[in-house]
């Protein structure tokens, strides 16, 4: 399978997007809690995963690496964050109830 150019861009995008927001959401430490810090960054990295996952996916570009590393994504990748977002509710109410 040939080596996609727009798959590698859109996934160097995401990576700077996260960083980005992530460099956004540290300006606002004084003023947001950590709660909805961690909620808000795992909220926009499920909207990047899922948009590198389908630009990946629809380009047929899975496996541009020729068999040297994985680069297969599988489509269970895009509940990561929201089961972590799940998790961290969980564990804020928890918190409350003590």
Not at 3 to 8: I, Y
Not at 11 to 26: D, I
Not at 27 to 44: G, H, M, N, P
Request: net charge positive; proline share 2%.
């Amino acid at each position: 399978m040939a080596r996609d150019p727009l798959a590698g861009l859109v996934c160097l995008a995401g990576f700077m997007v996260l960083n980005a927001f992530g460099l956004f959401v540290w300006s606002r430490r004084q003023k947001w809690s950590v709660y909805a810090a961690i909620q808000a960054f795992l909220a926009v990295t499920s909207i990047v995963v899922a948009v590198v996952v389908l630009v990946v996916k629809t380009r047929g570009a899975e496996d541009a690496m020729s068999g040297l590393v994985s680069t297969e994504l599988h489509n269970w990748s895009l509940a990561v964050a929201p089961a972590l977002m799940g998790l961290t509710f969980a564990a804020k109410l928890r918190t409350r109830r003590r």
